[in-house]
């Protein structure tokens, strides 16, 4: 497993922006995957976007282009640029890393961080 620590999050008004980003440690393997998923309360975790190191990308359909994710593959990070925030945003955050080949289709990932809370609010 990878350890992957998050940073970025915070509160923002609706409309504003916010920038996630997820560094991983040293892996013996490289990372082949990485994705943020989210979790609001009352409802179980999500996946936002999912990006594997050859540069596809997949998001989920309550993004509709509002989201970018990217990888750097040598400094093993992933970041999430988040425009037009709305309330429905709101949620933990959580950064996911794969060393094994994905399926953008049905991503799958052995490697998790602790999660960053966005809170989008008036």
């Known amino acids: 497993q990878v350890h992957l620590v998050e940073s970025g999050g915070g509160s923002v008004q609706p409309g504003g922006s916010l920038r996630l980003s997820c560094a991983a440690s040293?892996?013996?393997?490289?990372?082949?995957?990485m994705g943020w998923y989210r979790q609001a309360p009352g409802k179980q975790r999500e996946l936002v976007a999912a990006v594997t190191s050859t540069g596809n990308t997949r998001y989920a359909d309550f993004v509709n282009g509002r989201f970018a994710i990217s990888m750097d593959n040598a400094k093993n990070t992933v970041s999430l640029q988040m425009n037009s925030l709305t309330a429905e945003d709101t949620g933990v955050y959580y950064c996911?890393?794969?060393?094994?080949?994905?399926?953008?289709?049905?991503?799958?990932?052995?490697?998790w961080g602790q999660g960053i809370q966005v809170t989008v609010s008036s």
């Open positions: 040293e892996s013996v393997f490289a990372i082949n995957g």
């Open positions: 996911a890393a794969e060393t094994a080949p994905i399926l953008l289709l049905d991503p799958k990932f052995s490697s």
